[in-house]
């Protein structure tokens, strides 16, 4: 089935906004193994929170963490970061309408790229992950919490019949492992983790060339 494009994207993620937040809490719960909370742990320094969402993360950034800039394609879902942002009083936050594929960031600029629940989603993961190598400073950290293609052949066979209707309606590959486009990309593999139900979810601890 054709991946939507990013046009799509915005429109899928603008029209479940609202009731985005209460939908994957649900979800990381009980399949995933809440990721988000392990995710933001690894991030230091200067960091790019891509398809940042609605800001679930954000809140979430320890003391190691100097300042964080949020990408995603939809307005709808940035509204919500924006004003998590103001009730959280996030003064080190900030939040921008953006393509992950084609980022305005300039080069070796940050210290972690950090991405929940976003290669299942985006276009040309390759190109993101791309974009990723390009914004590192050398050596800098690239850390996923995804989920993909679970460790059960039988779970992973259910996966594949949903996957044309979830693309549809969600903009969701569930079974796109995201480690090979990180590969690609050139970056050092340091931790694969499996977790959460069945396998399905994959964390990912990467990092640039030195």
């Given amino acids: ?21 209460s939908q994957i809490g649900v979800v990381e719960r009980r399949l995933l193994g809440r990721p988000r909370q ?3 742990e690894q991030a230091r ?13 954000l809140p979430l950034y320890g003391p190691d963490v100097t300042e964080v800039l949020g990408v995603d394609l939809s307005e709808g879902m940035l509204r919500l970061a924006r004003r998590r942002i103001e009730e959280y009083g996030l003064d080190h936050c900030a939040v921008v309408r953006g393509d992950v594929q084609s980022l305005s960031v300039p080069d070796t600029s940050v210290d972690t790229v950090l991405s929940t629940l976003t290669f299942c989603t985006i276009p040309d993961p ?10 590192l400073v050398p050596g800098g950290k690239v850390v996923l919490a995804e989920h993909g293609p679970s460790t059960s052949r039988a ?24 480690v090979v486009y990180l590969q690609r990309a050139g970056f050092v593999i340091d931790e694969v983790r499996r977790t959460g139900f ?3 979810g994959i964390r990912v601890v990467a990092h640039s060339p030195s």
């Fill in 1 to 21: 089935m054709a991946q939507p494009d990013n046009a799509r994207i915005a429109q899928v993620f603008d029209a479940m906004a609202d009731r985005y937040d």
């Fill in 38 to 40: 392990w995710a933001v």
């Fill in 45 to 57: 320094g200067r960091v790019l929170d891509i398809a940042v969402g609605t800001g679930l993360n």
């Fill in 126 to 135: 390759e190109s993101a992950a791309r974009e990723a190598m390009r914004v």
């Fill in 155 to 178: 779970v992973t066979a259910a996966m594949r019949v949903l996957e044309p209707v979830s693309i549809r309606f969600g903009a969701d590959h569930l079974t796109r492992d995201p």
């Fill in 198 to 200: 069945a396998g399905v």
